[in-house]
Nanobody, 124 residues
Framework: VQLVESGGGLVQAGGSLRLACAPS????????AGWFRQAPGKERDFVAG????????YYADSVKGRFTVARDNAENTVYLQMNSLKPEDTAVYYC??????????????????WGQGTQVTVSS
């Protein structure tokens, strides 16, 4: 399964972006999904996760109230809506398919397929 992210870019602080992630082959539908981010020189950190039904969602404390994860299983796509962006949100953002049906796992090794990443840059 190859995951493809889109929607990254450059935005001013306080602005918004929406990331999308879809598989070029295979399916997302029966699996949980997660979004991670990695800033230069730092580890890849969990941002948000969503269960296979979309009914359960999980967020890192740093993004709660600002980011929203969602999915459209008919379109086989997972989204990350990012509002009130801050310069510290600058990173490469990755989507990933969970090994199971729930997106409540924050460890990288709980996900088996990853996208190539999309750059998000927030200017002050």
């Amino acid at each position: 399964v190859q995951l493809v992210e889109s929607g990254g870019g450059l935005v001013q602080a306080g602005g918004s972006l929406r990331l999308a992630c879809a598989p070029s082959g295979g399916t997302f539908r029966n699996y949980g999904a997660g979004w991670f981010r990695q800033a230069p020189g730092k580890e890849r950190d969990f941002v948000a996760g969503i269960s296979w039904t979309g009914l359960s969602k999980y967020y890192a404390d740093s993004v709660k109230g600002r980011f929203t994860v969602a999915r459209d299983n008919a379109e086989n796509t997972v989204y990350l809506q990012m509002n009130s962006l801050k310069p510290e949100d600058t990173a490469v953002y990755y989507c990933a398919r969970a090994r199971g049906r729930y997106g409540d796992r924050s460890e990288v090794n709980e996900y088996d397929y990853w996208g190539q990443g999309t750059q998000v840059t927030v200017s002050s």
